[in-house]
């Protein structure tokens, strides 16, 4: 079917190589200014506030397995795309992708019968994702993987069928060197802090054991609550169990189920936390009373709360979670909108994450007021608040983030973290919200080695934008670096300060 | 009130003609890479897989009658937009445009005392128009009819009030040609295959006589339900007795009527159909218990189901004809978001199709999971969802469409098809589904002479973006036109396959 | 936290100016283009068709008090920039702001004990507003202050912390001069007509005043009944009460109610207004029956009338302003889908429009249905919507407006009235509404000295679309410049007729 791409130039005669203007404007003029502004913040450190890396991985600094393992089947962009080439003629199909198993992805335990098992071979892995190389064309995954196979694992080819197995050998030979550890990477990728994601219940041993080597300032938890207060998962009752012998506090209470929670995130504090992480399907951030909170929880403890309960509940627990971040000061961040697992069957037979997450519309407006109004003037509260729902930027998100001293509005993410949708989101939000009001890159990602890649390409977008302003008379060059700066560096450490400087004495302390 | 435009260059001067880059991008360097890729996809045949082209247009062969029935009457696009200048001082209305009827839209059998008669005389439409020319300023229409005129009919003028009788002449001279009449425009313009809109009840007689000409693979049938799944529709019990008369089988029962959609979709395939198309206001896909669709059917055919039960069996059918498509191998495409006949006077004045059209919001995620969940990586399904809410593109289409193999996101569709809505279109979409899980253009006309023209300007639209993937790094040249070969022909003909090769031999037989 | 910023070249060493193509686009050619066409419009008189300038202004002509009063205090734009700062680290809080009190918004009466008084020196305001220059980067707010203290006040220096008090002094120095006094700017503006916003009760006694003194046509009032048709205010009985007074009409009955209304609104058109506004939270136009509306009434001075009941009446009584508009020529302008006093602690506190509006989802298609079907087609009626819900433009708006003769679309509002909103505007409404059914920018602010930098700005981003329109071959020179001067000057003018003439002599004798 693609005759050409087999004939393609780069991909048999000349280097592979990364053009140094890469996703900076075509025009010459607007190229320079960009490249100057880009100048500025190429190399500055890498603050990294909300990702999904294992803290294990920088605990144990063992070598990265093979790059299938590395990075294919850990990788959900990469999966969903060859996946969705599965039935169409072509070189994916050709490959022999049939299911995310193909691809490495286990079954999940108690996958029905049928189930394909996993493929366990990483170059038969591997080779399926060069073989679909050109699926790719145009999206983020394509600039990054080019970006980290390029830049730091010197890849030679392009991927392709053809040059799969010697593209394997070689980055499997760099995975064997001690330059490809997690740590060595993290000092060459230049990451200055990295926010990993944890639940309520973990121990944080790995960020314990990262304290002990020094590295309790760069690696730093996150405390991430969704499970614990959402009484319409079936495990919610497990988990607020666990969240009491975690704390050491009786949870069969509501009572001691909110001070359960306060302790965790003191623990947390303590072990480096700036922020709590809240992903619900429905945005609702309305209070119950403190009886009908109650109420509520024992029923949801006793297996008789309703739906409707169920998310009022919810709604007051993201409320509860506000009211203890004034309290601590770990900042809030919220991201709505997403529908998980949306291919029920795929996620029963190989386990959540696998059956595909697809946004939905989400509401800002009506369902932050409540927080808002309660704590949008508190000196001691932030709200980070993200969407996977771009409609939501001019009209809502950039007019509460350009009114509430409270709010800052997250960089763009999930499916919006490329170069035209980072361009969409500062078009949308910086003529209401100015560029203060944003709280810089996040890249929120579980790809380690993807890391330097996606912010490399997020300070692109922002030097182009900038130098379109500057172009246009719009701004001065001085200030659109000094914008730039702010954007890639500042925003991101203000806008999660540490909270510990925040508690009184006797809160630090407890 | 528009005294710069009597005294315009092109109006009187100067030769009326095609600029060669049209709808490129201005900048230089982009516009020779735009060039460089449409130079590789300009000629390519146009492979129209979603129409309203009338087959008996092409199986008569008879010459268009003049230009107001041949470009003002049956387009709404232009009766839309002079109408809308009806009661706006101007050129429109001191034309003597005051409804639809001053167009040639005839009134509606049984259209209330006072409709006005439709104006009969060609020449005076053909007026009306060339004096609103300007209202068109920056709308495709002006595009499609520029490229039209000058290419296919080497118009000399830009039409307008003076020039209106002259270009009228020139025009009735070249209908009068044999070149002009539909077979020769069809081979002209480079058509491989064209897709009709055609209704289950259908004879298809026109396809029949085209087969028999030898151009049974060139024009080919679409199968279009939507009357005979909608029991909200007044006309539905006369339209399921049509289909029962046409499939030869009693529709009184739901599985009789079953069974006749499932006969009459084989007569389809049978008759070159690739394809079915489903147009709804509102999208639902929850099927119903066999039980439960029995006893809806039952109560619609009685009259007494209410319209809750209406929409659900339509959502029920809807997915029925998803498990069709995946036994028979049709295409399922789908367009909700419209609500018909906005303006009901005017509609029962003139007719359907004429209160004007308008899109609302419409809904994917939740919408379309129960037939992806049982469909979506099916390997003889393929779902190709359109839409004129273009808020669902990075929300909701290119997230699915880049997970589910069985889905694919069509092209821009109606309001949207134009080249700033066609740009917004691959970047809000590229960055999550790739090209790939795209479709490719459609035209989805009935206006048979601007089929090359919308195919010409969906051509540079794909060039101009991919030139700047290119210019900014993000692809290389090769790969662009690759891509741009995808997107012009190998898409619409793969997202399209000949349902007959999966067809069991039984099948194929009944 | 900007160590940049301190030392930036235009802060201190060079002269502040005005770039002539700011906001123009960067590439040479383009910018030619544009400029071009700008030339054709630059000077042409402003046609302010809606706004919030308070006619005592003009009809006083007292001195604008000093720098905080004349742009600060009353800018709700600036106020809400720096609040959004004033928890964050940087020179907003350090300058010291808290609260809107800060900036010299005076609490409402009743507010809580503890409310902080107002700022009341000028020159700690201004200081503030310096202070915190960096923050509106990127916003429309930085392009309006750019342009009235450079253009019309000769400001020679940046704002900055430093640089306040001398800018102070500069302009509290222009400030006592005759030149800048209200009607001398007016004309210096080159200011053709400015429309007002008044309520139904108002005496018009500064309209009357103007009049006296032969500004009658130059300044005229706007028919805005909020208050007097939405019966879940508080106040909506103490406004009908008033409504009675000024029409001289007894309002205790639903007939007298409407009488009163339509009295008042031909006290306007005979004081020279030429349109009516409309802005609720929530849109509908459905009518009510006679009897039903009466009931309504009834309860809803009795105070029965429940939520829904009162949403229901004020959809009729916007179904009755369209009736009456079709009446007396009065153009209905139409701006849903903002929430009123978001913040209610601090509306409560500071007054309303201080708690903040905040955009939600506006929905037309189906809302403006009933008032299309009766009066689209009317040749005496004309709807304008105006939306801070950009999802509409495509999907809703333009095609009404392109389709209804009655139906023009609104400039972009508010939120979207800054230089890429304006383009994302007319890309999203162009394709499918053309120019001419598009009313011309309005400005809709109460900050009479940014009137001409907001038309300046909104004539560039026009030019600079129009220009892109050249650069792509879409349209020629010649008719974009027309089509210019159609934003610019024409559409507005014919957009917002003078109704006096279309009322039959009985009515306009009334």
């Known amino acids: 079917m693609t005759p050409l791409l087999g004939a393609s130039r780069a991909d048999a005669t000349t280097t592979w190589s990364l053009h140094p203007d890469r996703a900076l404007p075509p025009d010459p003029a607007q190229r320079a200014l960009a490249r100057t502004i880009l100048d500025e913040t190429a190399r500055l450190p890498i603050v990294s506030m909300h990702g999904h890396v294992d803290a294990a991985l920088l605990a144990d600094d063992t070598p990265f397995p093979d790059p299938a393992a590395l990075f294919v089947t850990p990788d959900h962009y990469l999966v969903r795309m060859l996946v969705s080439q599965s039935t169409s003629p072509g070189p994916v199909r050709d490959a022999g992708v049939r299911s995310v198993a193909d691809l490495g992805v286990a079954p999940a335990l108690g996958a029905p019968e049928g189930t394909p098992p996993a493929e366990t071979d990483p170059r038969a892995i591997w080779r399926r994702f060069c073989a679909g190389w050109s699926a790719f064309r145009g999206t983020p995954t394509r600039a990054w993987m080019e970006h980290v196979l390029i830049e730091v694992f010197e890849a030679p080819v392009r991927p392709s069928l053809e040059t799969s197995d010697a593209l394997y050998d070689h980055l499997a030979d760099r995975l064997a060197q001690p330059e490809y550890r997690p740590r060595a990477l993290f000092e060459r990728f230049g990451i200055e802090v990295l926010a990993t994601t944890d639940g309520p219940a973990d121990t944080l041993d790995a960020h314990a054991r990262l304290a002990a080597a020094g590295w309790g300032d760069r690696v730093i938890p996150t405390f991430r609550p969704d499970a614990f207060i959402e009484p319409m998962r079936a495990d919610w009752g497990d988990h607020v169990d666990a969240l009491g012998v975690a704390a050491g506090i009786d949870t069969t209470t509501y009572g001691g189920y909110l001070d359960a929670l306060r302790a965790r995130r ?164 910086t003529e209401t919200a100015g560029f203060r009001n944003t709280s810089g890159f996040v890249d929120d990602t579980r790809a380690f080695c993807s890391i330097s890649a996606r912010h490399d390409l997020a300070r692109r977008a922002d030097a182009s934008y900038l130098a379109k302003l500057v172009g246009e008379h719009r701004l001065d060059l001085d200030e659109a670096i000094d914008a730039a700066i702010d954007l890639a560096y500042r925003l991101p450490k203000e806008s999660y300060p540490s909270p510990v400087s925040s508690l009184s004495p006797l809160e630090a302390a407890r």
Chains 1, 2, 3 share one sequence.
Do not use: K
Not at 289 to 310: I, Q, W
Not at 319 to 348: C, K
């Open 266 to 429: 003191l623990a947390f504090v303590a072990a480096g936390a700036r922020a709590t992480d809240h992903g619900h399907e429905l945005l609702d951030t309305t209070p119950l009373s403190a009886e009908e909170a109650e109420r509520a929880f024992d029923c949801a403890r006793a297996g008789s709360l309703d739906t409707a309960g169920a998310r009022a509940f919810t709604a007051h627990m993201l409320f509860q979670m506000a009211a203890m971040s004034a309290e601590d000061g770990l900042v809030m961040q919220i991201h709505p909108g997403i529908l998980r697992d949306h291919d029920g069957p795929d996620a029963r037979r190989f386990g959540p994450n696998i059956g595909y997450d697809i946004p939905i519309q989400a509401e800002f407006t009506r369902a932050l007021r409540p927080v808002l109004e309660a704590f949008g003037h508190h000196p001691n509260f932030r709200l980070i608040a993200f969407t996977v729902d771009e409609t939501a930027y001019s009209r809502e998100l950039a007019p509460l983030a350009g009114a509430y001293p409270g709010m800052r509005l997250g960089a763009p993410w999930w499916f919006l973290d490329a170069s035209d949708a980072m361009r969409r989101f500062r078009e949308a939000t």
